[in-house]
């Protein structure tokens, strides 16, 4: 189907919905291909293939919104996508706030962005197939304590995302991934562990070998083998990057602009103070061309941008859509969220802590006595409190070195004196997917174990 | 419902010999086994905020999902268009998988016997948009009542009902119904200087309309919501380490579907990858443990009247009194291990996903012991009532789950609440330390979602008032 009929269509939806009767509209179609390949101790296991794609629609009678989505874009399913909406704007309640956003705050960034390439699609099956067994195959023949695989996937997406309005945008991105990921087994005695690695890219010629991604999951998994589960204690705790990741998303709810307007966030009125240690700084920047949080507009049609976060350890800004950044008298940040339809939410672009200057083994090399946490589990954080408490497993820290496998233990604190609370930034920054931060060493936190 | 009453026949004309050339284009390459998975999704949601209704929204989804086994391999497509040649494009991709000569003839698709769990008249989602409404802002106003430190409420209604259809390579053809609605209420209070607190309830089922006006209205979500928000105003830090932990009956029945639950799903079992792989007769609880998966529980969110195989679902008996018994299978699981037959646990999120052994309602039966005389004989421990999420490690077997409203245990009396803490164990250990089990078993209000490897099921648990004697719980204190 070529480009131009989903833009129209969507601009024809937005139309039809004005001659409804909806006094503002805007609709949004998706369209995307899958591809995945699973193979497990050096056989296929699945193969998966498929394309879809689905229309969604806001519109505003007034102040009043209603929202629909369908699959079916035959015209009879477009015509009940348009009544479904409008029914729906009997029931709402006139909010003052509701609206599009005005026009001189839509547009879309210019230029390449560097999120599609045409060539993900023609990548041959048997060669996805090859790939994925050569993952595993590198994992399973690291160590003859490798004894068992959950698996190995080689899989691509390539999508059409297309947005227009009553209000005159009209905007469509393609874009497209490839990755690869292993999931080994390893077992001494009684012990058993997993652990995984992947790598994600635009293209083929992105991602780290089969090579690098087998051996790297092989020896996570190894490592993890005989835990400790050690005592009850106060210590540092430095979180790789694949966990200081998550804390990155904790940070990311914590500045949401609904949850501040709402008062439901521990950073809820804190602009312009303190709110971490000076050497942190976090950004949300939409317009880094290849990266997987990039778009050239966001789900509002208002254009991609870069917001310093926190500056040097004081608060500088939330992340807002239109109707956020209304209710606290401000302008959106152009991080406007949504699925196929429904009120736009808020999402980040790439969020990340920006790097240090040192490594992460300078970090760990500085500690007595701590916890270097390689895995966290669990929803236990609260960020109307910042009371912080979940899950971990990863390796301790004795003398400065990594010493032996942890798990089955607990890290609590509160966001508020982690964020504070951290004392070293390392200068290992990556971008895995659209969140990312370098290793983070937090003074003190509790250890709950035995 | 039958076959000729489903929107598959009545709607979209699709006739038993569609069905039997789908499936043979689907073994055109070989394959020991195909089925096709048919859907049509409506779905609607209302929720409230700030006491005004801000977002309504209803859509449509429908699709197929075409599966072709041969041997350990799938080969699986879908099309959200249920078009004759789409359908066929599906079965002629899934089909690549397998390599070698058609298989031919007759399927004799049969309608086989089935539950009939959820005889909804009129789905939630067939009801008028102005009664449904009214069940948020009731839930508004009542939360706000609650108490005048309730300064945030926000209520969402959301219910769907789903058509499937199933017909498969072994015969079966099977039509089923599928309404589910549930609502959720979170509140959040404060006092004049100190933190905000949330509180959360929830619930609902494959129910009427009616279920929220007679037997769970807004007001008792509402309520449960606001009680939890102002009792956390008090809330103290935490306890650090292990301890011994009684958990309240209804939804800490979460333990059971970390610690156990998915530790037993055939998959995980069948590839030697799970902490309970080879341990069917082994002990791995106390004897006072006995824990059911139960997909034929009437109008319960995890129930099914068959599960996304085709296959009627059942009661299974997971351990028995503190003993192993069995795994939760699947088709394709049951046929690999050479089992009797599935346990009808196969389930998937829709016609894009392919089925795997899932849990339905998990719960453990109920004990002799009284629960108050559970709380007195603890001198000093932590007393959960309510949780939010939970995760497991299926290979080490380590899980947790996090306790959002829970109480100090002193003297054999709860004192202080205290603040959110997440409680970790390790499967096939922590039930072993159950030590009384309360005669109060209690199932959820009917508001889990379950996720495995990117899919979301609807699921159910229940447990009653239980004493484990040792937990680690993760505090600051």
Known sequence: MSENHLLDLAQDIVRRAQAGGASDAECTIAEGEEFSANVRMREIENLKEAGSRGAGLRILIGKKTGSSYTSDLSREGIERLVQSAIELADITTDDPHAGLPEREELGQIEGDLGLYSAAVADLDTGFKIETAKATEEAALSTDTRIFNSEGASFDNHAGRHVFANSRGFAGEYRSSYCSLSTSPVAKDGESMERDYWYTMARDFSGLESAVYVGTTAAKRALRRLKPVKVETQKVPVVFEPRTARSLLDNIFEAVHGMAIYRHESFLAGKLGEKVAHEDVTVVDDATIPGLFGTSPFDDEGVPSRRTVVIERGVLKSYLMNTYAARKLGIKTTGNASRGLTGNAGIGHGNFYLEKGVQSAEQIIGGIANGFYVTELMGFGVNTVTGDYSRGAAGLWIRNGELAFAVSEVTIAGNLKDMLTGIEAVGSDLEFRGSVAAPTLKIGEMTVGGR | ??????????????????????????????????????????????????????????????????????????????????????????????????SGPAKTGKFNLSEGARHNLYPVVTAPTETAFTDRVELVKRADRAARAYDARIFQVQAMYADNLRQVMVATSDGVLTVDRQPLARMSVSALARTKDGAPQRGHSGGGGRVELNFFLKEKTPEHFAAEAAREAIAMLDAVEAPAGEMTVVLGPGWPGILLHEAVGHGLEADFNRKGVSAFSGRVGQKVASELCTVID???????????NVDDDGHPTQKNVLIENGLLRGYLQDKLSSRLMKNPSSTGSGRRESYAHIPMPRMTNTYMLAGESDPEEIIRSVPKGLYCVNFGGGQVDITSGNFVFSASESYLIEGGKLTRPVRNATLIGNGPEALKYVSMVGNDLRLDEGIGVCGKEGQSVPVGVGIPTIRIDRMTVGGTA
Request: no cysteine.
């Open chain 2, 294 to 304: 139960d997909g034929t529980i009437g109008s319960r969110r995890g129930s099914l």
């Open chain 2, 1 to 98: 419902m039958v076959f000729s009453e489903s929107v598959f026949a009545a709607r979209f004309g699709i006739t038993r010999q569609d069905l039997e050339g789908y499936l043979s284009e689907a073994l055109s390459q070989g394959g020991d086994y195909a089925d096709l998975y048919f859907e049509y999704l409506l779905t609607s949601s209302i929720s409230i905020d700030e006491s005004m209704v801000k977002s309504a929204a209803q859509g449509v989804s429908m699709g197929v999902g075409v599966r072709v086994i041969s041997g350990e391999r799938t080969g699986y497509a879908y099309s959200d268009d249920l078009s004759p040649e789409k359908i066929r494009k599906a079965a002629r991709v899934a089909a690549h998988i397998a």
